[in-house]
């Protein structure tokens, strides 16, 4: 294997067709006995090479493991996969690639079981209790038809639990693919340490998870021991949260307003918040293996000799799995920006004022925490290694440059060769600037977060503080 960013050997030619080797020394002389003419043909220089083929390659055992591994102790996890199809419990098993391939339905039934669930439990008891509380005998009190409801919630029960569900699902293979995905796109070189394979670097991925620690009388795992943080997230939220908040968390940002399903107390605490906040449990979820897989992430880049391709397939150096999936896994973000977004602007859409309250404050600042963790972080130390890799092949390049510049340094007239050597060195710099990329994104799905992002982070910026400083 080349050293980490190399470039191939290419023949410099003059105007005769006679090939020069590459300049060695500044020195002048040395540089004129380097051009003995190489045999080689044009076509040869331009053949290109065999495919970008896997030096190192993970297992689909191993890949499983860590799979399985990353939802240890994690119940919930285990009985919704039990509705996800065998893809989402296997990730030996192929994904559906487009809406009309075979198993796409089975793929995304959990999604759609999720969206009957709470349109189920959540809209018809909405609308049901805003028809029939009678305003005389309860206070007054937001219906699920009110202006200030009805999009948001339509939003929450519709669109972003169904994302939370589906993402916290198949979170755990994501990951493993992201692994999977640098091997066989060439990248991922040998062990820098002897003895260190693939696999048993792979079984190290979640390996505490299963692990069961002793706490007095219990024996628990660590991820049942994540399980239970991701529960008491789960209910501080609850506590804290503007609308459901508890004495005295009631009165740091108090709540005006009631909504339709505090009207049924029995409704409130055995259905409505279960089925909200099981939402935050997940949350906790998505984040807790996003840290395990950046931290795993960087030891693959440190234990084994990962080495950008320039100009690999997939226009991203060979990294694009990072990037795919930090893209996909932003989404949550994104989605809670929009939710805020959308209440906000529910005012004005029905001829109304902005409505600014203080739970779509709290949403705000989970989109603006939320966004450049799970889009930045898997991929900030794959970005260092790869602008290393570019910074030494370019100057590399330049160092050619230099040299030839100091050999005819000391000349009066530039010769037709120089010109044309110069000429190609340049464009050889020019295409190492190009081949290797810094970023591990796909521009289009990079424009397409960053264009969603900024106008949801912006717009909420905006509407609060026009709320605040410019509404009558």
């Not at 230099?402 to 020019?430: I, P």
Request: hydrophobic share 45%; aromatic share 10%; glycine share 8%.
């Amino acid at each position: 294997m080349r050293p980490l960013g190399d470039l191939p050997e290419v023949g410099v030619r003059d105007p005769r067709g006679l090939p020069r080797q590459r300049l060695r020394s500044p020195d002048r002389r040395k540089f004129r006995t380097h051009r003995t003419p190489n045999r080689r043909s044009q076509g040869d220089l331009c053949d290109p090479g065999p495919e970008v083929e896997p030096s190192t390659t993970f297992s689909a055992d191993a890949l499983q493991g860590a799979c399985e591994r990353l939802s240890a102790g994690d119940g919930l996890h285990g009985l919704l996969a039990r509705f996800g199809g065998d893809e989402a419990r296997d990730c030996r098993l192929p994904l559906p690639a487009r809406a009309t391939s075979p198993g796409f339905l089975r793929r995304h039934r959990a999604s759609l079981l999720v969206v009957a669930l709470y349109a189920l439990l959540a809209v018809v008891p909405g609308l049901l209790i805003s028809v029939l509380a009678h305003p005389a005998r309860n206070e007054p009190f937001i219906r699920f038809t009110d202006w200030r409801e009805l999009s948001g919630a339509l939003f929450l029960y519709l669109v972003l639990a169904p994302v939370i569900w589906t993402l916290y699902l198949w979170q755990p293979r994501l990951v493993v693919e992201v692994f999977d995905g640098l091997a066989s796109g060439g990248v991922v070189g040998p062990s820098r340490y002897e003895g260190v394979t693939a696999d048993a670097f792979l079984a190290r991925l979640g390996g505490s998870l299963p692990r069961v620690r002793k706490l007095g009388p219990l024996r628990l795992s660590r991820g049942a021991l994540l399980a239970l943080l991701a529960l008491a997230a789960s209910v501080a939220t609850l506590v804290i949260w503007p609308p459901t908040a508890l004495p005295p968390f009631n009165r740091l940002l108090p709540e005006s307003d009631v909504f339709w399903w505090r009207v049924v107390p029995a409704y409130f605490w055995g259905i409505w918040l279960p089925l909200v906040f099981v939402n935050v449990y997940m949350l906790v979820w998505i984040v807790l293996r996003q840290t395990i897989m950046i931290a795993n992430i960087q030891r693959l880049l440190r234990v084994f000799a990962v080495e950008p391709v320039p100009f690999h397939p997939d226009r991203c150096s060979g990294f694009a799995p990072i990037g795919s999936y930090a893209t996909n896994i932003v989404r949550v973000a994104l989605i809670v920006g929009s939710w805020a977004l959308l209440l906000m602007l529910s005012g004005p859409l029905t001829g109304h004022g902005i409505y600014v309250a203080p739970h779509i404050l709290f949403l705000v600042l989970v989109q603006v925490l939320l966004t450049p963790y799970l889009l930045l972080g898997p991929v900030w130390y794959a970005h260092r290694v790869m602008r290393e890799a570019r910074d030494r092949a370019l100057a590399r390049v330049a160092a050619q440059i230099r040299a030839c510049l100091l050999s005819s340094a000391g000349e009066t007239n530039t010769t037709t060769g120089d010109a044309v050597l110069y000429r190609e060195l340049e464009a050889k710099y020019q295409l190492t600037s190009e081949g290797y990329h810094t970023w591990p994104f796909q521009p289009s799905a990079v424009s397409g977060v960053s264009i969603t992002a900024g106008l949801t982070l912006l717009g909420n910026v905006a509407a609060i503080l026009y709320r605040m400083y410019m509404a009558p």
